[in-house]
């Protein structure tokens, strides 16, 4: 599974930004797709989740009520909808994807996924 990310860009505090991260090649694998971030200094950062087959979702704290993950299964992509950016949402995002089952105590941890993408720059100034 080869995944790759877009959308990323500079906005203002309070702005939005869509992230997309299109899969190909062994897509029927998937089971989750995640969303994680890291910024510099720091460690990779859980974000958000999403089933592919049931559409359920996961948030980290620190995004809950401002990020949604949806999905567009024909179109083999996931969508990071980011609103009311702060500062500190500034990181590189980084989509990724598991071979198989991910138990629910365990979908926002970055060693349950399989396949990563290169990353896409946002900047909250």
């Known amino acids: 599974v080869q995944l790759v990310e877009s959308g990323g860009g500079s906005v203002r505090a309070g702005g939005s930004l869509r992230l997309s991260c299109v899969a190909s090649?062994?897509?029927?694998?998937?089971?989750?797709m995640g969303w994680f971030r890291q910024a510099p200094g720091k460690d990779r950062e859980k974000v958000a989740a999403i089933h592919t087959g049931g559409g359920s979702t996961h948030y980290a704290d620190s995004v809950e009520g401002r990020f949604t993950v949806s999905q567009d299964k024909a179109k083999n992509t996931v969508y990071l909808q980011m609103n009311s950016l702060k500062p500190e949402d500034t990181a590189m995002y980084y989509c990724?994807?598991?071979?198989?089952?991910?138990?629910?105590?365990?979908?926002?941890?970055?060693?349950?996924?399989?396949?990563w993408g290169q990353g896409t720059q946002v900047t909250v100034s």
């Open positions: 990724a994807a598991s071979r198989g089952y991910i138990a629910t105590s365990r979908r926002l941890v970055a060693t349950a996924y399989n396949y």
């Open positions: 090649g062994n897509t029927d694998s998937r089971n989750m």
